[in-house]
């Protein structure tokens, strides 16, 4: 993920190998907030595109995708 400069953030998706979850995980001010705002479609990327499982997330009706979310903070 890139911020609106183009420089690239420190975010990063962890798959747990055991259940079908992912985490985001990142330093303080990486963009982690935008990631889960982008993927759940709060905010669109000023550029490009969401992909889940390779899948653009904008081809998604927002309630079946926020059907398979779970948020924890």
Same mark, same amino acid.
Request: glycine share 10%; hydrophobic share 35%; proline share 4%.
């Given at each position: 993920? %890139?911020?609106? %400069?183009? #420089? @690239?953030?420190?975010? @990063? $998706?962890?798959? $747990?190998?055991? =259940?079908? /979850? =992912?985490?985001? &995980?990142?330093h303080f001010n990486c963009g982690k907030s #935008?990631?889960? /705002?982008?993927?759940?479609? &709060?905010?669109?990327? +000023?550029?490009? $595109?969401?992909?889940? +499982?390779?899948? +653009?997330?904008? #081809?998604?009706?927002?309630?079946?995708?926020? +059907?398979?979310?779970?948020?924890?903070?």
């Amino acid at each position: 993920m %890139e911020d609106k %400069e183009g #420089n @690239e953030l420190g975010v @990063e $998706a962890k798959v $747990a190998k055991k =259940y079908p /979850r =992912y985490g985001i &995980v990142g330093h303080f001010n990486c963009g982690k907030s #935008n990631c889960l /705002r982008s993927i759940t479609k &709060v905010i669109k990327p +000023d550029k490009g $595109a969401v992909f889940i +499982d390779g899948k +653009d997330i904008s #081809n998604i009706p927002l309630q079946k995708l926020r +059907d398979h979310m779970t948020v924890i903070t």
